[in-house]
């Protein structure tokens, strides 16, 4: 089980970026996906997560209402929309998923069986 962050990249302080993870030989759909990030010297913080079903979200506050989880079922991919970015946000972000299918999340990475390997993301102007 595989997955491939991509979208990462240098934004000016109040712009946008819109994180992909897709799967190869697995289907995401089945799985909670987590949006988790490193930035250098920090722990890794939970960022959202989203459930099997698409119908549980979860942001951390330092997030909320900037950041948006979805999914594209078609497409196998799960999305974060970052929007209003900050130097804060600056990390290498990761995206996660879980077994067996849920229809809640937690973003507690122990609770995610399978990672990417991460993009890195960098706010500065």
């Known amino acids: 089980l595989q997955l491939v962050e991509s979208g990462g990249g240098l934004v000016q302080p109040g712009g946008s970026l819109r994180l992909s993870c897709g799967a190869s030989?697995?289907?995401?759909?089945?799985?909670?996906i987590g949006w988790f990030r490193q930035a250098p010297g920090k722990e890794r913080e939970g960022v959202s997560c989203?459930?099997?079903?698409?119908?549980?979200?979860n942001y951390a506050d330092s997030v909320k209402g900037r950041f948006t989880i979805s999914r594209d079922s078609a497409k196998n991919t799960v999305y974060l929309q970052m929007n209003n970015l900050k130097p804060e946000d600056t990390a290498v972000y990761y995206c996660a998923a879980a077994s067996p299918p849920r229809n809640y999340c937690v973003r507690i990475g122990a609770s995610y069986d399978h990672w990417g390997q991460g993009t890195q993301v960098t706010v500065s102007s």
């Open positions: 989203i459930s099997s079903s698409a119908d549980y979200l």
């Open positions: 030989r697995f289907t995401l759909d089945y799985h909670a």
